[in-house]
Every structure is written in C-alpha cells, then in structure tokens.
C-alpha cells in the first residue's frame, strides 16, 4: 500500500469484521519530535492470548477465503520499515487496539496520503458504528465525534447527496486548515 | 471555514422533503470488496467514485455498499451489482474508469457490461494459455 491512510482503511475494516460499534482512529503528527502516530481502537470481538500472538505473521487470518492475512503484516512493516513502532493489544469481548508509530522524517515513510475519502467512505458507508476521529498536527487538532453528527441530522442518513457532501467538505477544509499547505 | 451549524442548515432545509428511500427488495446493491487485497489494489478511489456517481445520477434504487474479502485476490478491485430478481454480475480487475462506464451502461441503460465480468476475464486468459 502507498499510503498510511490506505492502512488506515484496512485495519478498521477487521474492527468492523468484529462487529465494533464503537471505532477511535487518531493520527498524530510531532514534527518536532519527528514522529506520525496512528492509534485505532475498537470495541468490537477482540482476540485471545493465542490468537494475539499469530497475529503480525502474515500466514495467520481467520478468514476462510484466503490462507493468508496480510492487513497487520503490511501495517507493521510500514511503520517498522521507517524505525519506527508497532503494536497490538486485544482482550476477548472488550476490544483491540492498534498502535502504529512512523518515523515522520525517514525516506521509506509512505505520505498519509487521501485520509479525507478513508474516513468520508468509512463514515457514510457505516452508519450505525460510532466513529471517532482525531487528527493533530503539531498544536493544531481537528475532531469529529459522528455522535455530534446523529445528534444534529436525527433520522436523516449520512448518505443523502448533501449531508454526504457536507461531511466530505467539513473533513477536507479542515485538514487543509491544520495542515496549511504541507504535504502529510 | 465550515462547522456543524452548517449542518444544522441542512438539517432543516431536508426535514420537510426527506423521502423515505425505496423498500429493499426493490434496490440494486452495488457492492465493493474493501478488504487488503482490494484496498491495495485501488478499491478506494472505486468505491468513492461509485457512491458520487449514484449520488449525482440520483440513481435512487441503487445503494452502493462495501464488503470484507470475496476471496478473488488475483481479480481485485472486485465489484458486484446485484439487481433484484436476477443473477448477481461481477465484476473484476475494475479501475475508476470502468466502475463509472458500468455506471452508464449497466445501472442507467440495464446492460452489463460483458467483457469486464469475471466470467469474460477467464475465458480470454483460458484462451490465452
Ligand atoms: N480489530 C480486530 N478485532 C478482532 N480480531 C482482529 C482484529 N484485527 C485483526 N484481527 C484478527 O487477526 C486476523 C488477521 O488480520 P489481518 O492481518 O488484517 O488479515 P485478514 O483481515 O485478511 O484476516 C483477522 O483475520 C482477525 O481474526
Ligand atoms: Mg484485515
């Protein structure tokens, strides 16, 4: 993948393969302290001790359709490949977190790349998962709770052409802000 | 700069207009496969351009969805349009391009479009061997 947000999208696709309701993706970036952090937290099935340990090598997956499962293994060779951090932890019946640490400055670092379609598409297309968002850039911090968007638009769905495309805009000219015109 | 009373506006201009969309059985489900496979070979930019075109088109009896792995790695980005009442189409190796002329051909105009599905695929590379 060439992009830390294609990642992204990966990662909470096994949050919602087990059944999270509750889904927390936060991207932090220090360009002082020269690190891009990605932290993804579910509350979805979790996994054993067993299940925990085979999860970073790419010939483990619970998946039937396909012997291998290659969504952790990516996502930690990405990070890991920068000198960075990875790191799972999960408990049965409470949740998983991913935690992703990239060093911001190294060559091999994939750009964050189009998180506004990753998180507009996982927004619009699940309605019924609560999603928060976080992104901070140095002391600059965007937040979207979709718990503030259901309290406003009541029983109107996201996916009606104009609140589907006000989500788009709030989420892209609020990256544009913070990021004031660097390349992430 | 945007906030959510912009939404508010929103809100309270669609209430009084907002119909209830079509019963299901009546819907076409266009479906994208996001799992790895999928995603690293560009279903992303697929699955957004779907929902835009639909959005656009006001193909009101077409919902596009995703879903985890179909289990065809080699043919990703992979997408399905399931109408009702009829045989489920899939289709294979799809790029933004091709997603969009399915648009036109199969969801407005009702004809599948033979050489990107599955079927079509594998019998030119059958051929080829
Ligand atoms: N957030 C999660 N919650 C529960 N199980 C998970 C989670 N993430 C990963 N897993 C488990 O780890 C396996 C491997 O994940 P992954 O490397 O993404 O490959 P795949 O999703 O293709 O199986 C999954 O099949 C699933 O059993
Ligand atoms: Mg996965």
């Known amino acids: 993948m060439d992009e830390i947000s294609l990642n992204i999208l990966d990662i909470v696709q096994n949050s919602i393969k087990a059944k999270a309701s509750s889904i927390s993706i936060s991207i932090d970036i220090d360009r002082r302290k020269d690190l891009l952090s990605i932290i993804i937290k579910d509350n979805g099935e979790g996994m054993s001790k067993d299940q925990l340990e085979k999860v970073e090598d790419p010939f483990y997956t619970t998946r039937t359709t396909r012997k291998v499962g290659l969504g952790i293994p990516f996502f930690k060779y990405a ?39 990753t998180m507009h598409l996982l927004i619009t297309m699940h309605q019924n998962i609560h999603f928060l968002y976080t992104y901070k850039l140095d002391n600059d911090i965007f937040s979207l709770d979709t718990k503030d968007l259901k309290e406003i638009l009541g029983d109107i769905p996201f996916n009606v052409p104009e609140v589907s ?20 | 700069m945007k906030s959510l009373d912009e939404l508010r506006e929103i809100r309270e201009r669609m209430q009084s207009q907002v119909s209830l969309r079509s019963e299901d059985h009546t819907q076409t489900r266009v479906v994208v496969g996001m799992a790895t496979c999928g995603i690293a070979s560009g279903a992303r930019p697929i699955l957004a351009a779907l929902a835009e075109a639909v959005q656009e088109k006001k193909l009101d009896n077409v919902t596009v969805t995703q879903t985890g792995c179909i289990g065809l790695c080699q043919y990703e980005p992979v997408v399905e349009v399931i109408e009702p009442n009829k045989e489920k189409v899939t289709y294979v190796n799809m790029t933004v391009e091709k997603a969009l002329e399915v648009v036109d051909l199969h969801l407005i105009k009702k004809e599948p479009v033979i050489k990107y599905t599955i079927g079509a695929v594998t019998d030119s590379a059958a051929r080829r061997k």
């Open chain 1, 79 to 117: 990070a890991i490949s920068t000198g960075g951090n990875f790191a799972i932890s999960s408990n049965l019946g409470e949740g998983t977190v991913v935690r992703a640490e990239f060093i911001f400055s190294h060559i091999d670092r994939m750009p964050l790349g189009n998180i506004v379609e």
């Open chain 1, 165 to 184: 495309n006000f989500i788009k805009e709030f989420l892209l000219e609020s990256h544009n802000e913070i990021n004031r015109g660097s390349y992430i």
